[in-house]
């Protein structure tokens, strides 16, 4: 059996029970309890400075921003 078929016979089976397994996991993951808080405080990020601008992160020059 050559390298081709061995390898396309290894993901028509096996990876692909995996990749399935993976993606289950990641769903029952994200649908844990206790978890809706994290996941509503990073899907408030663009709107936690709606009213107010954001604080200024200290005195910085143009040379400073340049330089990285």
């Known amino acids: 059996m050559d390298t081709y078929s061995l390898l396309r016979q290894f993901a028509d089976s096996w990876m692909l029970l995996a990749l399935f397994v993976f993606f289950i996991g990641v769903v ?6 206790g978890s809706s808080k994290t996941y509503t405080d ?18 910085t020059s143009e040379e400073d921003v340049k330089n990285g």
């Open 28 to 33: 029952i993951w994200v649908m844990r309890p």
């Open 42 to 59: 990073v899907a408030d990020i663009p709107f936690r400075n709606e009213h107010t601008p954001a604080p200024e992160r200290g005195n």
